[in-house]
């Protein structure tokens, strides 16, 4: 079977449509953001029809930050025009699970090309 005639997955689409990096930083605390969490999961992901496919997992260090998780953007260039600035960025879902805590669910995040986007997420006890 020729390249030109396969049949792309949802998964090879994005990644082909997303050439470009941008950054994301996951700031984990408790108490009102006082207190850093160390060792929490972190997973970054995103849904393509029921499939949810992980882009990166990782766990909290002592200052409670997962850093330098590298996730496919869309071209820098869609927002410098007018046409597509309002969808530049790329959504993703995070969670985030520590055993001490209660779990955050699918918060979404944006992240945008050649950009470190920064998601603080605070725990509560469970």
């Known amino acids: 079977m020729e390249k030109d005639t396969m049949q792309k997955s949802p998964e ?6 997303h050439p ?26 995103r849904h393509f029809g029921p499939e949810r496919t992980v882009f990166h997992e990782d766990v909290t260090d002592a200052s409670g930050i997962a850093e330098d998780i590298r996730l496919p953007a869309l071209p820098a260039g869609w927002s410098r025009s007018a ?7 790329t959504v993703y879902q995070v969670s985030v699970h520590h055993p001490q805590y209660g779990a955050v669910e699918g918060r979404p995040v944006t992240v945008f090309p050649r950009i470190e986007t920064v998601l603080a997420v605070s725990l509560a006890s469970a």
Do not use: H, K, N
């Open 12 to 17: 090879q689409w994005f990644m082909d449509a």
């Open 20 to 45: 470009e990096r941008g950054t994301m930083r996951v700031q984990v605390s408790t108490g009102r953001g006082l207190f850093p969490v160390e060792g929490a999961r972190v997973e970054v992901y």
């Open 83 to 89: 046409e597509t600035a309002g969808i530049s960025g």
